[in-house]
């Protein structure tokens, strides 16, 4: 069992290794798989940047070596005492089960064993602006290591980072290659340092957490699906085995109550008593003390909204989302972390796409982040200068946000780019208006706030039938032909694909105005001391 398993879902766990050949012909997800390769490249930059600066002091293990000649010589370089290690396979335990690799073992010149650096694919610390702080985080300089207290940056809280590089120094301690200074390192995103993790209270923690999932693997103890965010990407979602239903499957038989309420808000209902999906909806006691997820009316009447069939509940007697003269919608385009290539807007029922197809990172993503910007505050001018009022429409912000405050830094003096003064100066008006808010303050979702779940209760539907924010990012890999020359129909799949989204966030708003009250039932329906309910179903 590598460090991978200690952190998501027992049951996965358990289904992996009770059924080894089950996935082997199922196509990885393509999100997963994009991550992956994202991941893999980044380690590759961070390998030859820090070989090209010392490489006397590197002994770089071929990763195309079987797996028994990697082990091989990564301890002849550990008892030849190379400095600087990369790609070390470390030797599989029989007993303990563990096995793993990391990217880089730093010899401790001081104390003698090595220190476990992982590359990840990730932030682990955010920019810190002088300010007052109890903490200060440890992080050492790239190319020398000299761990110090960093008043730059503040920690990004990465509990599977920390697993692993436990999981790691575990395995050099088996066999006295560890340094005494019970540390790790991490190398994010940024690579601009290496992170220390202080593991002397982490290693507690995983021993425990590695007995458990030992036991899970070897099937000593048992284990049961429960509906979490992992499994959006699981295969054993919609796949069973053994005879066994699929998990989605199982669940639904069961009537679980993870449907409902997935995660921890499962684990605190099930603390008391509450299994089913029924047993949530007749609940009639006092609230649980120790809920914190929301009004847990709210929970009670998703599970009785979801009984009788309703997609959506109303909170309160009238719906309503700001509306104005001049309607713009906005839906934005990423890859990974490289940039946003695609800003599309829908104005009086007219898609306009603003774009790059020039392989991202590249500065073209800023020309044409340019001109979005220029004609969105065109657009906004006009209105003004009329007497009219104006608004442009998101569906969750967050994503937006990042890229414009991101594009306005990177691309700084570039024509059209706004200052980090003017791209905030319009987020916090209200003439930026977030859908999803709107959504989650006015409705009640049972089956989830994704634009996908809520568009087609509006009657509105993707000409894409696999369109999602994770497979875009392979038509986007194939559209600027990072593997392969360009697919030009994957760019057409692209920009009808925003162009759906954009005209899903529209027909939501109109559907929020003038049908959503009519169409929708609303909270008292499903209150304590309702039965049945829209549609019928059972006592509630």
Excluded at 104 to 127: A, C, M, Q, S, W
Excluded at 134 to 154: E, G, M, Q
Excluded at 221 to 243: I, N
Aim: charged letters at 25%; aromatic letters at 8%; glycine letters at 8%.
């Amino acid at each position: 069992m590598d460090a991978r398993s200690l952190i998501g879902c027992r049951h996965r766990l358990h289904l992996d290794a009770l059924h080894p050949g089950v996935l082997t012909e199922v196509r990885e997800d393509p999100g997963v798989q994009q991550r992956r390769e994202a991941a893999a490249s980044h380690r590759a930059k961070v390998r030859d940047e820090l070989v090209a600066a010392a490489p006397t002091d590197w002994v770089v293990i071929d990763p195309q070596l079987r797996a028994a000649e990697r082990v091989a010589a990564t301890m002849a370089a550990i008892e030849a005492g190379a400095p600087r290690i990369w790609g070390a396979l470390l030797p599989q335990e029989a007993d303990t089960g563990r096995r793993g690799g990391v990217e880089f073992l730093l010899r401790d010149e001081d104390r003698g064993g090595y220190i476990p650096i992982i590359v990840v694919n990730h932030k682990v610390t955010d920019p810190r602006r002088p300010d007052p702080a109890d903490f200060h985080p440890l992080t050492s300089d790239l190319f020398r290591w000299a761990p110090r207290r960093d008043k730059h940056v503040k920690l990004r809280p990465q509990p599977r980072d920390q697993q692993r590089l436990a999981h790691l120094y575990r395995m050099l301690q088996r066999y006295g290659m560890a340094s005494p200074a019970l540390v790790g390192g991490a190398i994010g995103l940024a690579f601009d340092r290496i992170l220390v993790h202080d593991l002397t209270t982490v290693l507690a923690d995983y021993d425990q957490r590695y007995a458990d999932r030992i036991a899970v693997v070897r099937g000593e103890l048992p284990t049961q699906p429960s509906k979490v965010p992992e499994c959006r990407q699981c295969p054993w979602w919609v796949r069973g085995a053994g005879g066994s239903p699929s998990c989605e499957g199982q669940l639904a038989l069961m009537r679980d109550v993870s449907l409902v309420a997935p995660g921890s808000r499962a684990e605190v209902l099930r603390g008391h008593g509450v299994q089913t999906i029924d047993e949530l909806a007749a609940w009639d006691g006092d609230d649980p003390e120790d809920w914190q997820h929301g009004p847990f009316d709210e929970a009670v009447v998703t599970a009785r909204a979801w009984i009788a069939g309703a997609p959506l509940v109303r909170r309160f007697e009238q719906v309503s989302v700001r509306r104005a003269d001049v309607e713009v919608d906005v839906d934005l385009e990423s890859y990974q972390e490289d940039g946003a290539y695609l800003w599309g807007t829908l104005l009086d029922g007219v898609y306009r796409p603003f774009h790059t197809w020039v392989p991202l990172p590249t500065t073209d993503e800023g020309r044409s982040f340019g001109e979005f910007w220029t004609w969105l505050m065109d657009i906004r001018a006009q209105a003004h200068a009329a007497g009219k009022t104006f608004a442009a429409y998101c569906y969750s912000r967050t994503a937006e946000d990042k890229w414009l405050y991101e594009s306005a830094r990177r691309f700084a003096g570039m024509p059209g780019v706004p200052t980090h003064e003017q791209v905030r100066a319009f987020v916090d008006s209200i003439e930026w208006v977030d859908m999803f808010q709107a959504v989650t303050e006015q409705f009640i979702c049972p089956n989830g706030k994704g634009l996908k779940k809520i568009a087609p209760v509006a009657g509105f539907h993707w000409r894409d039938a696999e369109a999602s924010g994770e497979a875009s990012m392979g038509w986007y890999r194939r559209a600027v032909g990072y593997d392969a020359p360009s697919d030009l129909s994957q760019r057409t799949r692209l920009l009808e694909y925003n162009e759906d989204d954009v005209r899903a966030t529209q027909v939501l708003r109109d559907w929020m105005t003038h049908r959503a009250v009519d169409e929708v039932p609303a909270l008292p329906d499903f209150g304590r001391g309702a039965t049945g309910g829209p549609g019928g179903g059972s006592e509630a």
